[in-house]
């Protein structure tokens, strides 16, 4: 395209696209710390909103020239170098080294008072009677083999379950991977691990804006049993009601033969009996 002054270019415009996009995944990884959705988090927020604002009036005007685009792209940039700021501000922060020394450590008491001074909308509550994770039974979006869903139950069992962070986990981050669990089984899912709360503490944090539990420590030995459903909704069934009845009875087998209680959900939800 040409790149005179006043004519579109498309490098130029795709550039800038490619530049708010960036900003805005920029935005929500500092928005997930207590810092970064602070006032500090909310001015580079506002100053992006106008941005993109200014962006879009431009294009529906006709005026998103070569010499607006990058303008504009210079413009977003800085504030992409802003937000990083913020970020590397927030990786050395005291609390956030405190925090990756107390999960390192197995810590809980300090892992639970520093982590909510870390991330934003993080309390500690009592741990709930149970908590719950399903298994992810398709994997490219057909379902996974029961050989591969028992090795991944009995792997949790007997390791535990794997921490996980990444860009967008809320409450966690990949130096603070959590594992995030539910206090109810959820819906429409085949297969659920049930987690003893004695494996967990007796303190628990949870996002308080999802209601999902988050656990940083490594919590092995906490899996007391799964909950396997006894039908799907017809839009989960990739043939027919039979195809997973015969997938269940398969399961069922399986679990018995690696001696993985199957629960419920009225059993589920009830206490753990006390030891004798």
């Known amino acids: 395209?040409?790149?005179?002054?006043?004519?579109?270019?498309?490098?130029?415009?795709?550039?800038?696209?490619?530049?708010?996009?960036?900003?805005?995944?920029?935005?929500?990884?500092?928005?997930?710390?207590?810092?970064?959705?602070?006032?500090?988090?909310?001015?580079?927020?506002?100053?992006?909103?106008?941005?993109?604002?200014?962006?879009?009036?431009?294009?529906?005007?006709?005026?998103?020239?070569?010499?607006?685009?990058?303008?504009?792209?210079?413009?977003?940039?800085?504030?992409?170098?802003?937000?990083?700021?913020?970020?590397?501000?927030?990786?050395?922060?005291?609390?956030?080294?405190?925090?990756?020394?107390?999960?390192?450590?197995?810590?809980?008491?300090?892992?639970?008072?520093?982590?909510?001074?870390?991330?934003?909308?993080?309390?500690?509550?009592a741990t709930p009677q149970a908590l719950f994770q399903a298994v992810a039974w398709r994997r490219r979006g057909r379902p996974r083999g029961v050989s591969d869903l028992m090795a991944e139950v009995v792997r949790a069992r007997d390791e535990g379950l794997p921490r996980e962070g990444d860009d967008l986990t809320r409450g966690a981050d990949e130096l603070l991977p959590a594992v995030v669990l539910l206090d109810a089984p959820p819906p429409d899912e085949p297969l659920v691990l049930r987690l003893h709360p004695a494996?967990?503490?007796?303190?628990?944090?949870?996002?308080?804006?999802?209601?999902?539990?988050?656990?940083?420590?490594?919590?092995?030995?906490?899996?007391?049993?799964?909950?396997?459903?006894?039908a799907l909704p017809e839009d989960e069934l990739e043939a027919d009601a039979g195809d997973y009845a015969r997938f269940r009875a398969e399961l069922m087998a399986a679990l018995a033969r690696a001696g993985v209680p199957v629960t419920t959900l009225a059993t589920a939800s009830a206490p753990p009996p006390r030891p004798a």
Request: charged share 25%.
């Open 199 to 230: 494996g967990v503490g007796s303190e628990i944090l949870r996002l308080a804006e999802t209601g999902e539990y988050l656990v940083h420590v490594p919590v092995p030995h906490a899996v007391a049993g799964v909950l396997v459903a006894d």
């Open 1 to 125: 395209m040409s790149d005179e002054r006043g004519a579109p270019d498309e490098a130029a415009v795709t550039a800038l696209e490619v530049a708010i996009a960036d900003m805005g995944a920029l935005l929500v990884r500092a928005q997930r710390y207590r810092q970064g959705a602070g006032p500090a988090g909310a001015a580079l927020a506002r100053e992006a909103l106008l941005l993109g604002d200014e962006a879009r009036a431009l294009h529906r005007r006709g005026r998103l020239t070569g010499d607006a685009s990058r303008a504009l792209l210079a413009r977003v940039r800085t504030l992409c170098e802003k937000i990083e700021v913020l970020l590397a501000a927030i990786r050395a922060s005291p609390e956030y080294a405190a925090a990756r020394a107390a999960v390192g450590a197995g810590n809980r008491a300090e892992v639970l008072r520093l982590l909510p001074l870390v991330f934003a909308d993080l309390e500690a509550l």
